[in-house]
């Protein structure tokens, strides 16, 4: 199975900072990855496929890069909805497999 | 509006069997594939299965093979996931997420809200 490593775990910042979030594959997925947030209590939502792909109606504030075995979120300017848990997850091969997560505060 | 709903979570002793649903509306429900997901609480989501838009190819992960199984029923716009030999485990919030693609287990773009299972004594 590929392993997806995220980091940091955890993180604290402000409203209006900029953030980043980085996955690591265990093996090469080409392009293959895709990020979701979740609020508490709720489901996950697709926020980015394809490494660079925006999910229709997600903010614009939201970007992905990367491919190969790096990839990387980045949100350009927080805002207070942000706040919430952030997953990748490898679609290049079952099974389909996420990260451990992400968990984005409040500073 | 795309959505779909889970139903049929609840509390069941090891070894026991639950049969989750799942009822799509929105979509064209035979054009997706379509998985169940689940998280254990406090940790991140794991794929379970998937079954391709037709019903012809299903697919596992390793911890559920030989007791769980994944099925659909175009006519109910239904999914459905059985769930035998439970074990304490198993016990998560289980989704139901609609694929982007027909045949490929991809990109979960619509997620239910989830239906809680424990497996408990």
């Known amino acids: 199975d590929i392993q997806m490593t995220q980091y940091p775990s955890s993180l604290s910042a402000s409203i209006g900072d900029r953030v980043t979030i980085t996955c690591r594959a265990s093996?090469?997925?080409?392009?293959?990855l895709n990020w979701y947030h979740q609020k508490p209590g709720k489901a996950p939502e697709l926020l980015i496929y394809?490494?660079?792909s925006l999910q229709s109606g997600v903010p614009s504030r939201f970007s992905g890069s990367g491919s190969g075995t790096d990839f990387t979120l980045t949100i350009t300017s927080l805002q207070p909805e942000d706040f919430a848990a952030y997953y990748c997850?490898?679609?290049?091969?079952?099974?389909?497999?996420f990260g451990g997560g992400t968990k984005v505060e409040i500073k | 509006e795309v959505q779909v709903l889970e139903s049929g979570g609840g509390l069941v002793q090891p070894g026991g069997s639950l049969r989750l649903s799942c009822a799509a509306s929105?979509?064209?429900?035979?054009?997706?594939?379509m998985n169940w997901v689940r998280q254990a609480p406090g940790k991140g989501p794991e794929w379970v299965s998937g079954?391709?838009?037709?019903?012809?190819?299903?697919y596992y992960a390793d911890s559920v093979k030989g007791r769980f199984t994944i099925s659909r029923d175009k006519s109910k716009n239904t999914l459905y996931l059985q769930m035998n030999t439970l074990r304490a485990e198993d016990t998560a919030v289980y989704y139901c997420?609609?694929?982007?693609?027909?045949?490929?287990?991809?990109?979960?773009?619509?997620w239910g809200q989830g239906t809680m299972v424990t497996v408990s004594s």
């Open positions: 997850q490898q679609s290049f091969i079952l099974p389909l497999t």
């Open positions: 093996q090469s997925i080409s392009r293959s």
């Open positions: 929105g979509f064209t429900f035979n054009n997706y594939a």
């Open positions: 394809a490494a660079s």
């Open positions: 997420a609609k694929d982007s693609g027909s045949s490929s287990f991809d990109t979960f773009d619509i």
């Open positions: 079954i391709s838009g037709g019903g012809d190819s299903t």
